[in-house]
Every structure is written in structure tokens, then in C-alpha cells.
């Protein structure tokens, strides 16, 4: 099984940029479709972004299209998660998540359910 190690969250000023990593180790990541969540206090998580892992196609929640992108670099063994922006209300901690089966494309729903693999998240908080 995947292990799945996040950074790049912090602190951002409401319309600035962050971009979060997504380390795996353990296996291969272009064995694997991605998923990026995120869970706010008293909220349920919820699905931000998905990327294939053969053709590459993605998948965004309508709240974060046209500010967030998804990437991955296989050869680093590595997600991205390229957020700009940003707003209050995308404050959460974001998890990265990984899944053999899973396939995304642009009718995907995101459940976390379908993932398999998860790291332990990274804290982005969106304050002036």
C-alpha cells in the first residue's frame, strides 16, 4: 500500500497562492489515480480534485474551478495541488488520497470512500 505524506500548507492571505505536495513512497504513484480533499471544522471531508493516473484527466469541485490545479510528476513521485485565489472559505485541512481502481475524468464524483490511500493532511488557512 501507498504511503502518502503532505506538505505546502500555511498561512495565506485571502486572494494569494499556495501549493501543496503530495509525497508517496511505498509504490509508484502512476499505478495510482489521485485525489486531494478537504475537511473544515464540523464539516464532512470533501472531494477538491482528482488526476488519472494513465491519460491524466482530471476533475474539480465546482468551488475550487478556475483557481485550483492538479498535476502530478511521476518521476518525482509526486501531486501538486497549485491553489490561487484563495478565499476564507477554502480554509481546511487538506488530505491527499490514492486508489489503484479509482478512475477520474471529468464526470467523476469525489467520495472519499473510493480512495484507499491517505496522508495525514496539511492545514491551509485563508485570514488576512
Known amino acids: 500500500q501507498v504511503q502518502l505524506v503532505e506538505s505546502g500548507g500555511g498561512l495565506v492571505s485571502p486572494g494569494g497562492s499556495l501549493r501543496l505536495s503530495c509525497a508517496a513512497s511505498g509504490s509508484t504513484l502512476d499505478a495510482h489515480a489521485m485525489g486531494w480533499f478537504r475537511q473544515a471544522p464540523g464539516n464532512e471531508r470533501e472531494g477538491v480534485s482528482c488526476?488519472?493516473?494513465?491519460?491524466?484527466?482530471?476533475n474539480y469541485a465546482d468551488s475550487v474551478k478556475g483557481r485550483f490545479t492538479i498535476s502530478r510528476d511521476n518521476a518525482r513521485n509526486t501531486v501538486y495541488l497549485q491553489m490561487n485565489s484563495l478565499k476564507p472559505e477554502d480554509t481546511a485541512v487538506y488530505y491527499c488520497?490514492?486508489?489503484?481502481?479509482?478512475?477520474?475524468?471529468?464526470?467523476?464524483?469525489?467520495?472519499?470512500?473510493?480512495?484507499?490511500?491517505w496522508g495525514q493532511g496539511t492545514q491551509v488557512t485563508v485570514s488576512s
Open positions: 488520497a490514492a486508489d489503484p481502481d479509482y478512475y477520474c475524468d471529468s464526470e467523476s464524483i469525489l467520495v472519499a470512500q473510493d480512495f484507499r490511500s
Open positions: 488526476i488519472n493516473r494513465s491519460d491524466g484527466s482530471t
